[in-house]
Nanobody
Framework: QVQLVESGGGLVQAGGSLRLSCESSRRTFRTDAMGWFRQVPGKEREFVATMGTSTIYARSVKGRFTISRDNAANMVYLQMNNLKPEDTAVYYC???????????????WGKGTLVTVSS
């Protein structure tokens, strides 16, 4: 069974930084598109960033967040700088066969890690 396990969430003040990590158990990790989505209670899950054959960021995080991956370790990361209160959400790691910016295109999800940004 494929597992995506996130870590690194927590409480940070506005302007601060956090780095999220996601470990994948998929044997095809090297060729998978990996990404991050986030969700606030009562709202739809939204795209944050993805990395595969291309790298794409949501407009709201471009220039502040950086997605990266370590194929030797089956890890994907999300470095989040200059955090804002509106970045508060549960962040989910996502994996799929193709780069996607929609939840429909994701094949596997992690359980999520909470990021809280205080003002």
């Amino acid at each position: 069974q494929v597992q995506l396990v996130e870590s690194g969430g927590g409480l940070v003040q506005a302007g601060g930084s956090l780095r999220l990590s996601c470990e994948s158990s998929r044997r095809t990790f090297r060729t998978d598109a990996m990404g991050w989505f986030r969700q606030v209670p009562g709202k739809e899950r939204e795209f944050v960033a993805t990395m595969g054959t291309s790298t794409i960021y949501a407009r709201s995080v471009k220039g502040r967040f950086t997605i990266s991956r370590d194929n030797a370790a089956n890890m994907v990361y999300l470095q989040m700088n200059n955090l804002k209160p509106e970045d508060t959400a549960v962040y989910y790691c996502a994996a799929g066969r193709r780069v996607t910016t929609t939840t429909d295109g994701v094949d596997y999800w992690g359980k999520g890690t909470l990021v809280t940004v205080s003002s």
